[in-house]
T-cell receptor
Framework: EAQVTQNPRYLITVTGKKLTVTCSQN?????MSWYRQDPGLGLRQIYY???????DKGDVPEGYKVSRKEKRNFPLILESPSPNQTSLYFC???????????FGPGTRLLVL | DQQVKQNSPSLSVQEGRISILNCDYT??????FLWYKKYPAEGPTFLIS?????DKNEDGRFTVFLNKSAKHLSLHIVPSQPGDSAVYFC????????????????FGKGTKLSVKP
């Protein structure tokens, strides 16, 4: 089954404790992206990747890092999480940026 | 500045009637538009898209209309069903070589549709 998976689905952590949210797709997609969804703000892009080893900042990259060492995986790294990073995070992938994007189920993060 | 605007945070419609969700954009370089539907506790799923060379695209009960001169698009759902209750996101993108968005999708804030039985 074609899908985008994210782990964990729910995470509660404390300020400053490094965490990684994994994202994996099995559709051989070139393009992958991370979004955060906040009430009243919709979906905002954090980082995206055009292909392996090619990543770039989206609209709200501060406080986040990503890597793309393999085509299927695109982890989101919070080196020192802060409470303003409490949000719902979505990973997405598509063959190319302007193709239909497939979203993962989301990761709800609470930073205390 | 918000490039894609969905000015109605919520919409309530009776089952069987038409639902009309609106979206406005400011970037004249946008030439590809999509609607996504999102249920609680799930990721957004693609619903329908339209290219700027068209002014209408239809898929079953869903039709998207594009008015380029007004920089406005709308999603019509006819007839509306309780299962259509979800948050609907409008998204837009520009061609690669116009820079800026690099072909990335720019999303609106979403409209929560409630279809009452």
């Amino acid at each position: 089954e074609a899908q985008v998976t994210q782990n964990p689905r729910y995470l509660i952590t404390v300020t400053g404790k490094k965490l990684t949210v994994t994202c994996s797709q099995n559709m051989n997609h070139e393009y992958m992206s991370w979004y955060r969804q906040d009430p009243g703000l919709g979906l905002r892009q954090i980082y995206y990747s055009m292909n392996v080893e090619v990543t770039d900042k989206g609209d709200v990259p501060e406080g986040y890092k990503v890597s793309r060492k393999e085509k299927r995986n695109f982890p989101l790294i919070l080196e020192s999480p802060s409470p303003n990073q409490t949000s719902l995070y979505f990973c997405a992938s598509s063959l190319y940026p302007r193709e239909t994007q497939y979203f993962g189920p989301g990761t709800r993060l609470l930073v205390l | 500045d918000q490039q894609v605007k969905q000015n109605s945070p919520s919409l309530s419609v009776q089952e069987g009637r038409i639902s009309i969700l609106n979206c406005d954009y400011t970037n004249s370089m946008f030439d590809y538009f999509l609607w996504y539907k999102k249920y609680p506790a799930e990721g957004p799923t693609f619903l329908i898209s339209i290219s700027s060379i068209k002014d209408k695209n239809e898929d079953g009960r869903f039709t998207v209309f594009l008015n380029k001169s007004a920089k406005h698009l709308s999603l019509h759902i006819v007839p509306s069903q309780p299962g259509d209750s979800a948050v609907y996101f409008c998204a837009a993108s520009a061609e690669w070589n116009y820079g800026g968005s690099q072909g990335n999708l720019i999303f609106g804030k979403g409209t929560k549709l409630s279809v009452k039985p």
